[in-house]
């Protein structure tokens, strides 16, 4: 996985934090998808100026059977109806 974020044909002052991060999302994406289960958590939870904030998890069963869990980022929270909730999921 180090290669593939990191890679070694460029100079670390140019890789791009949001090249690394689609990549990371990518890397994570192939996981899910050869999973059988799977589940996105949405949890909303205040950051340290009280700003409530949507944190997204995925969790998986890995191929030996181990539960994984992997943050993916948080969001500004728009609400707290299931229709906010729901339109965040989307939008990530």
Do not use: C
């Not at 539960?67 to 969001?75: D, G, M, T």
């Amino acid at each position: 996985m180090k290669k593939l974020l990191f890679p070694r044909n460029k100079d670390p002052a140019l890789w791009k934090i949001n090249e690394i991060f689609e990549q990371f999302i990518e890397i994570m994406g192939e996981k899910v998808k050869k999973t059988i289960y799977f589940s996105i958590i949405v949890d909303s939870t205040p950051d340290i100026s009280y700003t409530d904030k949507l944190a997204f998890i995925f969790r998986y069963v890995s191929n030996n059977s181990e539960p994984v869990e992997r943050f993916l980022k948080f969001l500004a929270n728009s609400g707290h109806k299931s229709k906010d909730l729901a339109d965040a999921v989307f939008m990530v």
